[in-house]
Structures are given as C-alpha cells and as structure tokens.
C-alpha cells in the first residue's frame, strides 16, 4: 500500500516497481497453465501389451482414439500391394491407370469386402507421400512413385516367360523387366520411405504438428487435432492391436515399415509400442518434454531400421552367389529402400544422396541389374554406412 504522505511523484514510482516486480515474479514463477482436458494418465500403467485404441479414455469411460484415417491409409498401401503381386502369383495382366487410382483414390479403384469402404474413406495416399517437401519437389516424388506403375503393369504380360538380360518375365518366382529390376520391390519399398516414413517421421511427428491444439475437441469428434494427430501414427504403422504383439522369433506379424523395424532394427524394435502408448499419454498429460522424447525414438528408429535394409539386400546380392533370382529380388528391396533413404532427415538425407546411390548402382548401366559388381555394391554400402554413422 501507498502512504498517504509520499509525495506524488515517489507515489507513481513506488506503483511501477511493484508492478515490474509482479510481472518478473509471474514470468519466473507462473500461477497459470494451459488447462488439462482429461486427468491425468499413469504412466507405470503402460506396458507392452497395453491394448492402444482401448486405453485411452475421457473422465466419462468414453474411447478417445480414432485409428480410423491411419488405417484407411495403410489399408490402401496393402491394397496396392496385393494388386501388384497377383501379377507374379495368378499371372493377373494389370492396369497402371488402376494402379495411379488407388494412390490417389480416384475412380472407385478398391474392391472385394475388405476393401470397398476405402473408397469413401475422404483418404488417399498421393497427397501425404513427400509431403514434407515442397510443393513442387512433393510433386516430383509423386510423380516418381507413378512412373512406377507403367513398367510394373507392361511386365505383368509377361508373367509366363522366363526372365533374362535384354528379356522381362521371372526369375524363379520374381517378375522383373528387361533390366532385372523387380517393380513390385521398387514400389512397395519406395512407399515405405515416401508414405511411412516421410509422412510418419517428418510430418506427423513435426515439430508443428506436436504443436497442434490439445485444449479443445475437433467438432464432433472425443478427441483433440493433436491426439488424432498421434492415433494416425499409430493406425499407419500397424493393423494389430499392440504393435508387435504377434511377433515371433521368425516373423514380426507386422507389414511394411512395422516390419522391417522388427527385421533391421531388432534394439529398438521393442520399444515402439510403449513409445506409442507413452507418446499419448504424455499428450493426455499435457507432457511436452516427454511426447518429443517418444517422438525422437520413433523417428529415429525408422531412419536407422531402412538403412539397414539397404545395407542388408545390397549384402543378400553378393552372397546370393549364383542365384540369379535370389539376387534380382535383393537388388529389388535395396533398390527401394536406397531410394526411401532421401527421407531420412534427422540422418542429413535427401533426393541427391539417393540418386547418386541408384544411379550409380544399375539406373545408369545399359543393362541395369545384370549389370551389377561387387565394386558398386561396396562403394553403395561404404556411402550409406558413412551417411548413417553405422560401422
């Protein structure tokens, strides 16, 4: 309180410095917090067979995960995938417009019941693949993974010949082109970098979208853009209710990227699923320090397990000896994989060091993979170990 007696002046001043004071004392120690929408979640109640879409819950007992977008879109790459292997398997003739209208669900490309809902999903992949890049080097990378689609389709007639140089058909049960490049490879194991990967790793688990609002509930929905944000995560990297949960010593019971985690990454492959829980948790918490530590382990384990991969198939063509179909079928996967390696960002990855790796492999050579030398797979694996710090 003022005394009545200060002269005005020394009044004002006396005013000033307490409310400068205040302010500091606010900044340093503030008596306000960004308020929590749900209580608090224990986090020694997580553990690796926590069921993720049933624990999370609001204070009525009400779900408060929606796996629905994450699934639609791995539905949709499993779909794609299981087109292109009739090719091999059945000798089915496929259609590379079908093809570019299931990446960008157009056309009502999805079929037979366990498919035909995901053409009315709202969701496709073309607009999430590359889509931390630019606009315009996105829409390079799309264009990429389309231009696959044409020599993927024009082999499938070819389903019945017997590959080799100069000649498409199969080697064993492989079915590649005129240069011994397995196109089913190419594109499922391009989708895992520029789908999984590029929109997991570096969209979704942004910076900007950790960010995202965790204070009010999406308009008619029980959860918030963040945590939605987190359960597409968790909907794009597995079918199953606790990734990893069908894991054995000979298989992981996991597709695609959750896959090749438990394959290439066999330390931190143990970790993702508390990673995931933890992660949503400590949104529900409103834990920031904790949710970008999961982050960081999810990411960081992504990037590590596909380099592994293409270390692992460019070491499976030297060892497949005379196995000429063993080896097309490892260069395929690697030849993937390298390229998915541009999305590796917390690595200092990108578009020049994957090019330069699949150039100089077999995309620059007359004959492509009947090309290849024990010379270009080292110098290709001393890059990538050298890129990713692996010794």
């Given at each position: 309180m003022v005394h009545r007696h200060l002269p005005a002046k020394l009044a004002s001043l006396v005013l000033l410095t307490a409310s400068l004071t205040a302010c500091n004392n606010w900044e340093e120690n503030p008596t306000t917090v960004s308020p929590?929408?749900?209580?608090?979640?224990?986090?020694?109640?997580?553990?690796?067979?926590?069921?993720?879409?049933?624990?999370?819950?609001?204070?009525?007992?009400?779900?408060?995960?929606?796996?629905?977008?994450?699934?639609?879109?791995?539905?949709?790459?499993?779909?794609?995938?299981?087109?292109?292997?009739?090719?091999?398997?059945?000798?089915?003739?496929?259609?590379?417009?079908?093809?570019?209208?299931m990446f960008s669900n157009t056309g009502?490309?999805?079929?037979?019941?366990?498919?035909?809902?995901?053409?009315?999903?709202?969701v496709q992949l073309r607009n999430v693949t590359a889509s931390s890049l630019s606009a315009a080097d996105a829409e390079k990378e799309r264009a990429t993974v389309e231009a696959g689609f044409t020599p993927m389709a024009a082999i499938s007639k070819f389903a019945s010949a017997?590959?080799?140089?100069?000649?498409?058909g199969k080697l064993g049960t492989y079915l590649v082109d005129d240069k011994g490049i397995e196109w089913a490879q190419i594109i499922q194991k391009g989708l895992i970098g520029a789908f999984q990967v590029d929109y997991i790793a570096n969209v979704l688990l942004s910076d900007k979208n950790l960010a995202l609002d965790n204070q009010t509930l999406v308009?008619?929905?029980?959860?918030?853009?963040?945590?939605?944000?987190?359960?597409?995560?968790?909907?794009?990297?597995?079918?199953?209710?606790?990734?990893?949960?069908?894991?054995?010593?000979?298989?992981?019971?996991?597709?695609?990227?959750?896959?090749?985690?438990?394959?290439?990454?066999k330390e931190d492959?143990?970790?993702?699923?508390?990673?995931?829980?933890?992660?949503?948790?400590?949104?529900?918490?409103?834990?920031?320090?904790?949710?970008?530590?999961?982050a960081t382990l999810i990411?960081?384990?992504?990037?590590?397990?596909?380099?592994?991969?293409?270390?692992?198939?460019?070491?499976?063509?030297k060892t497949a000896g005379?196995?000429?179909?063993?080896?097309?079928?490892?260069?395929?996967?690697?030849?993937?994989?390298?390229?998915?390696?541009?999305?590796?960002k917390m690595n200092n990855a990108d578009a020049a060091f994957s090019d330069g790796l699949l150039n100089n492999l077999v995309y620059s050579a007359p004959n492509g993979f009947w090309g290849l030398t024990n010379a270009k797979i080292d110098a290709a694996s001393s890059a990538i170990k050298t890129k990713f710090n692996i010794q």
């Open positions: 929590q929408l749900r209580k608090s979640v224990d986090y020694a109640k997580l553990t690796d067979t926590t069921t993720y879409a049933n624990f999370f819950v609001d204070d009525k007992g009400a779900k408060t995960v929606d796996l629905t977008v994450g699934s639609a879109r791995l539905g949709m790459f499993r779909a794609i995938n299981t087109y292109n292997g009739t090719a091999a398997s059945t000798g089915a003739v496929l259609d590379a417009t079908v093809l570019k209208n009502n490309p999805f079929s037979g019941t366990a498919n035909a809902s995901l053409n009315t999903s709202g017997t590959a080799s140089e100069g000649k498409p308009s008619g929905k029980n959860y918030t853009a963040l945590e939605q944000n987190w359960d597409e995560i968790f909907g794009i990297i597995t079918a199953n209710p606790v990734y990893g949960g069908k894991a054995t010593a000979t298989s992981s019971g996991e597709s695609f990227i959750g896959s090749y985690l438990w394959e290439y990454n492959f143990p970790k993702i699923h508390k990673a995931l829980l933890t992660g949503r948790a400590a949104i529900v918490n409103n834990d920031k320090t904790l949710l970008k530590t999961q990411r960081s384990a992504m990037e590590k397990a596909i380099a592994g991969a293409a270390l692992g198939y460019l070491g499976k063509w005379t196995n000429t179909a063993a080896a097309a079928h490892a260069m395929g996967e690697g030849l993937g994989f390298i390229y998915s390696l541009r999305y590796a």
